[in-house]
């Protein structure tokens, strides 16, 4: 079961690839600034998780009107997830977890997806200013979506 509405967001910094070299990302700068919607996928290069990230890229402008920074987050390297965000045009800001750390404090591991390995299960999160968790979702299996009009939704009360 993912972490529970009310509950404190578990701050983290992660890996990401930007034009000149990986940056840090840090939840707990968006504290007292801006909600966060936190999207974690299984893996890039495969067919749910890239119409997923296509589509969410298609409605940024839907988050960015609310006032809040979509973070999508995955297993895969850095170097993979850029590779991957170009090849399909995907505009959300991708974060490695690569040691696992972060989908282990959400409590969103999917054992041994597809017989490969850990990954992370499909979920969303919305963090409000205050770092506390807003909605929180894990879909029963990686290849349903979350449902995104009750993530604007709390979003839009964040």
């Known amino acids: 079961m993912p972490l529970a509405v ?85 505009k959300i800001k991708l974060l490695s977890d690569l040691n696992k750390t972060v989908i282990k404090a959400y409590d969103v591991v999917f054992p041994m997806l597809a017989g490969v390995g850990d990954t992370a299960a499909r979920a969303a999160f919305v963090v409000g200013k205050d770092g506390t968790i807003k909605y929180a979702e894990q879909t029963p299996t990686p290849k349903d979506l979350p449902n995104f009009a009750a993530v604007k939704a709390a979003l839009a009360k964040a």
């Open 6 to 90: 009310g509950a404190k967001a578990p701050d983290f910094t992660l890996k990401s690839k930007a034009a000149d070299g990986l940056k840090d990302v840090k939840l707990s700068d968006n504290f007292g600034r801006r909600p966060t919607v936190l999207l974690f996928f299984p893996l890039a290069y495969t067919g749910v998780c890239t119409q997923e990230m296509c589509d969410q890229t298609a409605g940024l402008g839907d988050y960015e009107k609310l006032g809040a920074e979509v973070l999508a987050i995955s297993v895969d390297s850095p170097f993979a997830q850029e590779a991957w965000a170009k090849a399909n045009n995907i």
